[in-house]
């Protein structure tokens, strides 16, 4: 560990957390031969060795997949409404009792997090769609938020350089609202799938049904081969973790990638409590951090530090760096810090069934479903509401899952539930959340967590265009169905509370005005040059696409930019 | 790298310091997984063996459970209810899985079917006929799926059966087809009836 005079150790770069954006700003910042320190608050997880629960069958498992009622009330009271939440899954969501934080009575928040070395790329849902200028001159256009400071140009070689590297599957479709990528070979459609998909496009001239894109590898190349990684193998269980490394994950890709340059140093059970600001030069100095099993507080000092804590914990931190200049949170001049909270809107579904095709099947477990990319406010205007929203969707024959719903018993019973039932086809609501400053989180004056870190409160609503924009999901999503001649069709239009779609985002927006946002285009901090936040708290909106690779690209292009500053003596 | 253990004892310690070999010369190598050796290193997991003796059911409870999944999932061209163990996980889930009103509400409902048995005449419902029980269950069953549906313990019942059922290892392969690794997805097979649905235990399925 390099020291500098002091003793103290100290980098050329830290990197806070070491999920995906965490790990791609290790890849590219080591690659470039800077001296890198990654902080993961969570435990040490191994590749391979720490996937207890891959390849099990349910029957291996003492309560097959389920997670025993009382521990998950007391443990896990947000992390259990998460879909990906299960008995395969448990270690690698946090335990809600000993990571608190608050929320209005009125206003619910689930917050679901993974602190781990890795952190939730390994239980991601893998969906990456690249952002247009539809959604970086939203903002601008209709006024919500401040104008991105870049466009589609800046950030399109990035999508490049950040796919080629992670593998993302896909099939190339020309829409100008969701460009095209560096793609493997696609997934196949199913043959209900081809055939509804056909007839929406009869009916809705301006919808496409194609395929998921998905961080999976379909056709490997030399680089990910050489990294231990290989093709997927279609058991759809990634989030219990894959030893062939087929999906993208900090584990299987970005660390590896960065370790094998020398260059990295990895300290686990590291709790980032504050960065470090100097008055004088105006810059940070490293990070204040406490130790998970021991409490010690330690200082590790660097040249430049890359929040990549997850949007939320990025916030807490930057919110809990004070000093004389920054009062309020570290490069908060604008008084921006903490707002402008988002997720998608979402938990908005509608299924049916899909009469015929009975004499036929699909064998493996896909990995990825297919997508009806936005097309309201695209070439069509709606009046209900600006911006947009995309339907993650599929068909399937269930299984055994339909059971409780079949009337009977004995064998007729037995037998019918042999087979699988009619083909369903389902679509699932991802629509963009406007940024709004009452959307925000700010630390508790009196509350803190067990390492004296003030609790965060968070106050984030659906407003008035957010729901107006929630039932048109659900009322697209069911007439869609019964125009393409679907059957039985069920609507869900509860919608899931803000957080549980996963997608939070917001809170050190991007803008070009300094009195406005807290980060600039590059992802580094109007105020503190030397500060770069490159995870989703950088979003200065939300678009309705999984955003996931976007914070993949933003991060490869900050440390670009930040290598290329160091060298040149400018930061 | 240590040298292969020649213990072949598939459930012993060797089993796992084979398992952790394999996985740290993978890892070590920097090579990509082949599907040998995942297999191999997935065969090594084993299950655990069955317990004797039941973990909280009493005697005359864990009875009447066994009778009424039998009734319920009966053997047949694919093993029943009482092959695949579902008495059996079920006894365990309500020792260690459940809370406890699931525990109070099973114990209150398995009384129930013995009541409704004596009803019909019967001591309980596993001294009833093969005849009386069916009847009983399909009475329930008619009730769960009619308007509005009886609510109550046997929509639970039946859920939590089939489930036991169908993530057995028997239900899972013999009933259904099991891929631990399919390799391939492929879209769009042919399908006769009685080939079978896959088995997938994927995401949260509440109980």
Same mark, same amino acid.
């Given at each position: ?571 | ?40 290193? $997935?065969?090594? @997991? %084993? =299950? &655990?063996?069955? !317990?004797?003796?039941?973990?909280? /059911? +009493? ?35 309500? $020792?260690?899985? @459940? %809370? =406890? &009103?699931?525990? !109070?509400?099973?114990?209150?409902? /398995? +009384? ?96």
């Amino acid at each position: 560990m390099p020291t500098n005079s002091e003793g103290t150790p100290h980098f050329d770069a830290i990197v806070v957390g070491s999920g995906i954006s965490g790990g791609w700003a290790a890849k590219e910042l080591t690659e470039r031969g800077l001296k890198v320190l990654v902080l993961e608050r969570g435990r040490e997880v191994v590749h391979r060795h720490d996937y207890p629960t891959e390849g099990k069958a349910a029957w291996e498992l003492p309560y097959r997949g389920q997670v025993p009622e009382e521990r998950g009330a007391r443990d896990h009271a947000v992390q259990k409404k998460c879909y990906a939440f299960t008995g395969y899954t448990e270690h690698f969501f946090i335990n809600d009792r000993e990571n608190p934080y608050a929320t209005p009575a009125d206003a619910p928040f689930d917050w679901i997090r993974g602190d781990q070395l890795g952190g939730r790329s390994l239980l991601w849902q893998r969906q990456c769609y690249r952002l247009s200028d539809l959604d970086f001159e939203a903002n601008r256009r209709d006024g919500h938020g401040v104008d991105w400071p870049i466009r589609y140009k800046d950030i399109a070689p990035w999508y490049d350089h950040v796919e080629r590297f992670a593998g993302i599957s896909g099939s190339l479709e020309g829409l100008p609202q969701l460009p095209d990528g560096q793609f493997q070979p696609p997934y196949p459609l199913n043959c209900v799938e081809t055939e509804v998909g056909q007839r929406i496009a009869r009916q809705f001239p301006e919808r496409r049904l194609i395929i998921g894109r998905t961080a999976h590898l379909t056709e490997p190349t030399d680089e990910q081969r050489a990294l231990g990684r290989a093709r997927c193998m279609n058991r759809n269980e990634c989030q219990r973790g894959c030893s062939f490394g087929a999906y993208f994950s900090s584990l299987s890709a970005t660390l590896p990638a960065a370790e094998r340059t020398g260059n990295l140093t990895t300290v686990t059970d590291a709790i980032v409590e504050s960065v470090a600001y100097d008055e004088a030069s105006g810059r940070a100095t490293g990070v204040r951090i406490i130790d998970r099993r021991t409490r010690a507080r330690r200082f590790y000092g660097a040249r430049i530090v890359f929040l990549c804590a997850s949007t939320l914990g990025t916030a807490q931190i930057m919110l809990n760096s004070v000093s004389e200049r920054f009062p309020n949170g570290i490069a908060n001049a604008s008084g921006t810090l903490g707002r402008y909270l988002m997720d998608h809107l979402g938990g908005i579904a509608s299924v049916g069934v899909v009469p015929g095709f009975l004499d036929r099947y699909d064998s493996g477990r896909r990995p990825t479903r297919c997508y009806i990319p936005r097309y309201a406010n695209v070439t069509i205007q709606d009046e209900r509401f600006v911006r947009g929203y995309a339907y993650q969707c599929g068909a399937e024959r269930p299984g055994w899952t339909r059971g409780p719903g079949v009337p009977g018993i004995g064998t007729a019973l037995k037998e019918r539930l042999r087979d699988p039932g009619p083909w369903t086809f389902s679509v699932s609501g991802f629509g963009e959340m406007l940024p709004d400053a009452r959307n925000r989180v700010w630390l508790d004056e009196k509350k803190t967590d067990r390492w004296g870190i003030p609790l965060l409160n968070i106050d984030c609503r659906h407003r008035e265009n957010d729901l107006a924009m929630m039932a048109a999901i659900a009322d697209d999503a069911e007439a869609m169905l019964a125009a393409v001649g679907l059957e039985d069709i069920r609507t869900y239009r509860g919608g899931a509370a803000p957080g549980l779609l996963v997608h939070e985002m917001g809170t050190a927006r991007m803008g070009r005005d300094p009195a406005t946002s807290v980060l600039n285009g590059h992802s580094q901090a109007h105020d503190v040059p030397n500060l770069f936040v490159t995870d989703g708290a950088a979003m200065a909106s939300s678009a309705c696409q999984n955003p996931s690779l976007t914070y993949m690209a933003f991060t490869a292009r900050a440390a670009s930019t930040a290598a290329a500053m160091l060298k040149a003596g400018t930061l | 790298m240590p040298p292969e253990s020649p213990t072949t004892d598939a459930e012993g310690p060797a089993s796992l310091s084979r398992r952790r070999m394999l996985l740290h010369s993978a890892a070590w190598l920097g090579t990509a997984m082949t599907v040998a050796q995942w297999e191999s290193i $997935a065969r090594a @997991a %084993a =299950p &655990e063996p069955p !317990e004797a003796g039941t973990l909280f /059911l +009493d005697r005359r409870r864990f009875t009447t459970l066994g009778a009424a999944v039998d009734v319920l999932l009966p053997a047949g061209e694919t093993p029943g209810a009482l092959d695949a163990g579902v008495d059996r996980l079920i006894d365990r889930l309500l $020792a260690e899985w @459940a %809370a =406890p &009103e699931r525990r !109070e509400r099973w114990q209150a409902g /398995l +009384d129930g079917f013995d009541r409704l048995a004596q009803a019909d005449g019967a001591h309980g419902f596993a001294e009833g006929t093969r005849r009386q029980q069916s009847d009983l269950l399909q009475r329930l069953d008619d009730a769960a799926y009619a308007d509005g549906g009886s609510g109550g313990f046997y929509p639970e019942f039946k859920k939590v059966a089939l489930f036991a059922y169908f993530t057995s290892e028997a239900g899972a392969t013999q009933s259904l087809r099991y891929e631990r690794l399919p390799g391939e997805y492929r879209p769009c097979l042919p399908y006769t009836a009685g080939d079978g649905a896959w088995f997938w235990n994927g995401y949260a399925y509440e109980l």
